[in-house]
Every structure is written in structure tokens, then in C-alpha cells.
């Protein structure tokens, strides 16, 4: 399909891009982008008013296949992803089986290359079984293509074998993803060690949970070298440490995640559930810390952490409900309003954390929308609101804290290779008023 964006405002940090931009795709890649390409003869699809990005990329989601598929499966969450406005999406190893094998691997691979609309990158087991005693086959899963290593959802607690994996991934030159979290320290906790948590009554976890291990792998990465990126950093303890390392120039990246950047502990207000999530919610100065981290780049990444889980089990107390919200569609919507609309970060700047800065760490295609790149993008109204409700999410899980919030930046296309996926918020192959033909995009235009 050839196709030609005129009207939009296209956010580009890698091209040196920030204004209006016509944009011509052929055969699923950018084949031009200048301020008139009125010589050109294609299907015009007319974006006046509406803002693009490059294709974001959740570099932190649980896709929940194998093993968990009533929770999620990989096209549910490619679905969700595409409905949010994603193009790709790295998900973690923690299923069942989890992914420490070739066989599982290929698996996620193949369920991917059948059944999903975003990109979907396998994310390898640190440690075999994710039982932190040993290294996993990570040359093997290396081959099989995992874009990355975790021990995600379970704290490695032996920093012998972390160092290890460090080493090993160097001469892979692939990222060790970080879940960031002495079990010691927290075993048994469900809400952050506050004020809110000691009045709740319930078990906690506190900060320097998280910011022990941040601290142990600063200095393991400083004797290492390699790709560090730490996950859903919570505390403002683990920015400082961050801040530390970077002043030493060790060689890092910070990913946050929007319920920390949003919420704090009072949103566990009336034992809700939904915003048990681990790491948990913590206290209002470290929300901020990690919004002022995010705008001077001492965190580079923003992603969800999309953690669905069956109603049932969300409905259990707070004390046995399982940890984790789901994300994907709500958090370009929830970063457009509450960071971008308000002044706090730059379009370019929300274009360096969900696109431009996972495709490099992942190394994977994407991140720009220069001449010849993949035409991954999405297109974004700034101004039309939209509430939140769950019961229209594409994910199987239900279970987000920002139900009711009333947000802009609403995504309206999402393209994957040059292919429409997601239209006015229909998915393709999910909803039964996707248009049924090309004609119909340039017919209906998108205002
Ligand atoms: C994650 C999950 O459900 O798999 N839950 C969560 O609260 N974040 C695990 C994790 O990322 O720690
Ligand atoms: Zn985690």
C-alpha cells in the first residue's frame, strides 16, 4: 500500500524532526518525509490537527503466554498494545514455562509471527528457571533471538550469579534488565513502607528494597561494563543512586513506569487492589523525584509494566491479590496530559522515552521515522478527551487504577509496517467495525 500522512505534526528526535511533515509510505517503510511532498501521487490520508510519533515501543510488558493465557495471550496483548498506541512491544520472561529454553522461545516467536499486530520481542531468563542459582543458556537463547535478559517478577538475590549474567550478556552486547529487589527486605510486604501503609495495617516494603539492589548493580555494572537498564524504578533513593552513576559515567539506563510517575500510595485508598503493584506505589516526594528524573534524563525510558490478572484473583484483600496493572492503554493518553500537555516534558523528549530510546537499548528497527525506516507510528489527537473504561480495553486483564480518569492524547491510528491495526480506536481482527476496505481510511479521514 503507498500512502501519503499530510497535515500532521510529525515529533522526531533522531530525524531532527519537531513540526509539520508530510510523510510517504511505500511497501511498509518511510519512503520521504518533507514539509510538501504536493508532486507525489498517493492515497492522501489528511491528519490536520493531529500529532505523529515514531512507533512507541513497551520495552516492559507480560504478555502471560505460555502458561497464563487466561490472564493474557500474546494477541490480546498485541491487541491492547496496538489499541494503546504501541508498535512493539519486549515482553518478560516470567511465564510458564518461562522463557529459559530455545523451545519456548521459538514458541513465543512463532505465537507472535501468528497471531499478533505489534512487534513482539522476547525478553530471555537471566537464571534458569528464574530461580536466580544459576546463569541461564543465554548464548542459546541469544540465538533463538531474545532481545534482552530479566529475572523479571523475582528478585536475584545472589549478586555472584548477577555478575555472572553481566559478564555474559557484555559478549553478547545485549541489555541485563534489572528488577531491582532484596527479598529479604521485602518478603511478605504489600504496600510501601509510608504513612499510608502503617495506617492500613498491612506488611510493607520499603524503599530501600529496591535501592539496595539499585546501588549493587551501579557498582557490579561499574566493574562490568556492558548494557544496564533498571526496571520500574519507584523510590527516590534509586534516582539518586542513578544520578551517582551517571556523574561516574557508568554506562546505564532508568525506566519508570506511568503508575509511578501518576499515583502514589493513597491511590490504595479503600483497598483497592488494582494499585497493588510491585514495586508498590510509594509516597508523593518520590513520585515527584521520579518526574524530575524522567525531565532531565537521569531516567531515559518510560514503560508500562503491563501486568494483567484475572478479576477473580484481583478481588482477593490486598494482602492476597496478585501485584501488577495493566498499561498499555492508558499510557500515552495519561503521559500526553499529564507531562506533555503540561509543560513538564517536551513531545521530543516523550519521543526519546517510549520510541527512540528502547529500539537502541533492545537494538531493534524502529525509533524514527527517517527515510527508509520502518513505518511504525501512531497518530495522536491532543486535544479530544476520552474516560477511561476498562471494560473496553483490548487486554484480557481488566485491572488498571486509572479507571474514570478523564484524559487527551487519545491514539487514533496505530501502524505497524505500513499497515493500518488500529483505527478510531477498532482493532484490527477484533473489532467488528474495522473497515473492511483500504478505501475506507481516505474515504473517512480521521477527523
Ligand atoms: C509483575 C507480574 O505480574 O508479572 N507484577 C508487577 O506488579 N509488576 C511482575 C514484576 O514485574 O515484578
Ligand atoms: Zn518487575
Known sequence: MELLLKGGVLHDPAAGWNGPAEILIKQGKVEAVSTSLESIEAPVLDLTGKVILPGPIDMHVHLREPGGEGKETIATGAAAAVAGGFTAVACMPNTFPAVDSREIVSYVR?????????????????????KGREISLMWELAQEGVKGFSNDGIPLMDSGVMLRAMQYALLLDMPVISHAEDSCLSAGGVVHAGEHGYRLGLPTIPSSSEAVMVARDLLLQEEVGGKLHLAHLSCRQSVELVKWALEREIVLTAEVTPHHLFLTEQALEGFNTSAKVNPPLRSAADREALVKALGDGVIQVVATDHAPHMRLEKEEGLM????????????????????????????????????????????????????????????????????????????????????????????????????????????????????????????????
Open 320 to 447: 492476597d491479590a496478585p501485584f501488577g496493572a495493566v498499561g498499555l492503554e492508558t499510557a500515552l493518553p495519561l503521559l500526553w496530559t499529564l507531562l506533555v500537555d503540561k509543560g513538564l516534558l517536551t513531545p521530543l523528549q516523550l519521543v526519546e522515552a517510549i520510541s527512540s530510546f528502547p529500539a537502541r537499548i533492545l537494538n531493534v528497527p524502529g525509533g524514527t521515522l527517517q527515510k527508509g525506516s520502518p513505518a511504525d507510528l501512531v497518530v495522536i489527537d491532543p486535544y479530544r478527551e476520552h474516560t477511561v473504561e476498562p471494560r473496553e480495553f483490548y487486554s484480557k486483564g481488566k485491572n488498571t487504577p486509572f479507571g474514570g480518569w478523564t484524559l487527551k492524547g487519545l491514539p487514533v491510528i496505530t501502524m505497524v509496517g505500513g499497515d493500518i491495526k488500529m483505527w478510531k480506536g477498532m482493532v484490527k481482527g477484533f473489532s467488528d467495525e474495522f473497515p473492511r476496505e483500504e478505501k475506507t481510511f481516505f474515504l473517512e479521514g480521521i477527523s
Open 110 to 130: 512463532k505465537r507472535a509471527a501468528e497471531t499478533a499486530l505489534a512487534h513482539v520481542y522476547p525478553i530471555g531468563a537471566l537464571t534458569r528457571g528464574l
